[in-house]
Every structure is written in structure tokens, then in C-alpha cells.
């Protein structure tokens, strides 16, 4: 029993965010998001830095989690995506980026909304899931989310659809302080 109670002691918490949207800009072109597909397109979001950097010093493990069907479409250069994500990592307390380069006939479990990219990452990261976060602008993180076990936050937009999701707020700022404030609410409940 002590093992256990040590072993469930040691798991943290994380915090899955989608890329596309909420670390940097994505273009809209009839009524989507289009993805940058080069280094030169990628422009991060500067005013989302401060605010990783709360969740990061809250102790919350920090993922990144992104679709890139382009890869296995031929549209997506490898050296271009890891050039973005070299930024990503310069520019944000990140701790890891997980992608699924899959297209949507490969049936693959990690192209959201699959939860295999959250899976993954809980085992490599021993997270625990049901007390982890999601933090996106799409319905497909919630629905992630949803079957991992963790809760959703959605930033309101176009594409946040009607499947469940736990909150959607205003912006990322209004979710970081929702997330500090339940993950301080679970700190208080487990000290007692
Ligand atoms: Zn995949």
C-alpha cells in the first residue's frame, strides 16, 4: 500500500496544448485553419509566453500535442515542422511536442480526436490523466480530453462545436487562471 500511495504520489499533473491557434497563428481560409507549413509562416503567439510560464512554475508538465497529416500527405516538410518546433521550444516552457504525422484513412489511435498523443505522453511523463488539462480552440482536444480522462478547457472560437468539453472561456489567460486555480483546489484537498 505504501508503494502504491508513493508511486501515485510521484505522478504529476500536465498540460496538453493544441498548437495551431493557441501557441502561434494560424491562418483562416474559408471558414478552417490552415496550418503554416513553412518556418517563414510560423508566427508564435509572444503574449501566450507569461502565461506557460505560471502553469510551468505551478509544477504542471507542459506538452504540446499537434495533427501534422501533412507529413504523410508529402505537404509537410520534416525539416520545416522541426524548425518550428526548435522555436517552439526556444520560445515557451515546453517540456515536449507529440505529433501524429498520420492522415485520416490511416485509422491511426493518435490523431485527435484519439487520445492516443495524451496516452503516449502519460506514460512517458507518468502523468495523471484525470487530473491533467487540455487546453485548445477545437471541439477534436475536447473530445481527446474527454476519453483520456482529462479536463477540458476551450478558448471560444468557430470551432468549438457542441461536444463535451468541461470549460470554454474567453482566452487563454481567463483558462491558465481556471487551471491554477483547480490544480490549487487538488493540491489543498490532497494536503488534508
Ligand atoms: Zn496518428
Redesign the pocket.
Known amino acids: 500500500m505504501g508503494q502504491v500511495y508513493a508511486f501515485l504520489k510521484a505522478m504529476k499533473q500536465g498540460v496538453f496544448l493544441e498548437r495551431d491557434g493557441v501557441l502561434n497563428q494560424a491562418q483562416v481560409e474559408r471558414h478552417h485553419q490552415v496550418t503554416p507549413l513553412t518556418f517563414k509562416d510560423f508566427h508564435v503567439n509572444k503574449e501566450a509566453v507569461p502565461l506557460l510560464k505560471k502553469l510551468k512554475a505551478a509544477g504542471l508538465v507542459l506538452i504540446v500535442t499537434s495533427n501534422q497529416p501533412g507529413l504523410s500527405r508529402g505537404y509537410q516538410s520534416r525539416r520545416e515542422l522541426d524548425r518550428m518546433h526548435d522555436l517552439l521550444r526556444k520560445t515557451f516552457p515546453v517540456d515536449d511536442i507529440l505529433i501524429?504525422?498520420?492522415d485520416g484513412t490511416?485509422r491511426?489511435?493518435?490523431?485527435k480526436p484519439q487520445p492516443?498523443l495524451l496516452v503516449e505522453a502519460g506514460f512517458k511523463w507518468h502523468l495523471d490523466l484525470d487530473h491533467s488539462f487540455v487546453i485548445s480552440d477545437k471541439w477534436q482536444d475536447a473530445e481527446a480530453a474527454r476519453v483520456a480522462g482529462c479536463t477540458s478547457l476551450l478558448i471560444q472560437s468557430p470551432w468549438v462545436r457542441a461536444v463535451h468539453r468541461d470549460f470554454v472561456l474567453p482566452d487563454l489567460a481567463a483558462i491558465v487562471e481556471k487551471i491554477l486555480f483547480l490544480h490549487n483546489a487538488k493540491r489543498m484537498a490532497t494536503a488534508c
Open positions: 501524429c504525422p498520420h490511416d491511426c489511435p493518435c490523431r492516443g
